[in-house]
């Protein structure tokens, strides 16, 4: 894979946030949910999530960064890897004797390397005690499998919990994260493809559906609730529905147009756990047809005489 900066188009001093946003932006761009007939966009996709999968992990990106793993997460060879230090140390044509290192053939190839790997001669360098230099790099895991799950409005508000179907038939449950957001990505470990060095992980992106009469407003959620004129005068008990069920609401009288009714802890879910609240809008709902003409006959000559525009100006 290319450098992961690149892929995702950021510096490499991109911080946590931009870093998420250049994916979000991409994998909606490339999903193959969007680009059925653009297999390219497919590999890209792929390319981009693994991207962010190394350094949306900060241990990761720090062993990238220093030059530890390459783009795929798999430890870099020494001095880039093939055959050794320029072909050996034997001599010979490609080879360099201990004189080749500053003349001497006293020199300690165990100290100068002791620092780099970590152990002495005997155990680091080519001795029997198997340390660093010319250990083999570990087999490499599997690769990552992405998944889109499409979550109801009502059951990201309430974490209700969802169950998806991986690539090899088996379906397991998911417990929704609190305060998710359009665009949350899951981690499920163990759940990719499978490898030799163990199977990758499946990365789920969660998007959230919208609702007909609800929506979000941060970690509260609004609601238009429609009553009659007689309901806003009087007052009255009324119906309405939250993302839990159904519920009873006092109107008091003399309610008007715009008025918000707040139910605690009736809101999405917060990243602290908790709920934010539910808040209900008043609009006063005039009849149409013979019901309005009822209505206009009993006002008929009354006029309300208040100068209800005066603040405005006008």
């Known amino acids: 894979m290319a450098d992961p900066y690149a892929t995702l188009g950021v510096a490499r001093g991109a911080s946590e946030q931009d870093i998420k946003s ?6 909606k761009e490339l999903h193959p949910d969007r680009n059925k007939d653009n297999p390219k966009a497919s590999e890209r996709f792929s390319d981009v999530t693994r991207a962010y999968d190394l350094l949306s992990d900060k241990d990761k990106r720090a062993q990238f960064d220093r030059g530890e793993i390459d ?6 060879m020494p001095f880039g890897g093939g055959r050794g230090f320029g072909g050996g140390f034997g001599g010979g044509p490609q080879g360099h004797s201990a004189r080749d290192f500053g003349g001497s053939e006293d020199v300690d190839l165990g100290d100068i390397f002791e620092g780099l790997f970590g152990g002495r001669a005997g155990g680091g ?8 230099f010319g250990r083999n790099a570990p087999p490499p895991r599997g690769g990552n499998t992405a998944y889109r799950l499409q979550v109801s409005f009502i059951d990201a508000a309430t974490q209700a919990p969802q169950r998806i179907t991986l690539n090899d038939g088996k379906t397991i449950d998911l417990k929704l994260p609190a305060g998710l957001e359009d665009g949350t990505q899951m981690r499920l470990k163990g759940k990719g493809e499978a490898g030799p060095g163990g199977a990758g992980d499946a990365l789920v992106t969660l998007h959230v559906g919208s609702h007909p009469f609800f929506t979000r407003d941060g970690d509260d959620i609004r609601l238009e609730l429609p009553i009659t004129l007689d309901e806003a005068v009087n007052g009255a008990r009324v119906k309405a529905p939250t993302v839990d069920g159904a519920v009873m ?6 309610s008007g147009s715009g008025k918000v009714l707040r139910l605690k802890g009736k809101g999405f879910s917060r990243k602290d756990g908790g709920r934010g609240d539910l808040l209900v809008v008043l609009t006063i709902d005039l009849p149409e047809g013979e019901e309005r003409e009822e209505l206009a006959r009993r006002l008929d000559g009354w006029q309300d005489s208040r100068q209800v525009r005066a603040q405005l100006g006008v």
């Open 71 to 76: 783009a795929d997460g798999n430890p870099a």
């Open 249 to 254: 609401l006092t109107v008091a009288a003399g």
């Open 125 to 132: 360098f080519g001795g029997r005690g198997g340390g660093g």
């Open 22 to 27: 250049a994916y979000r932006k991409l994998a």
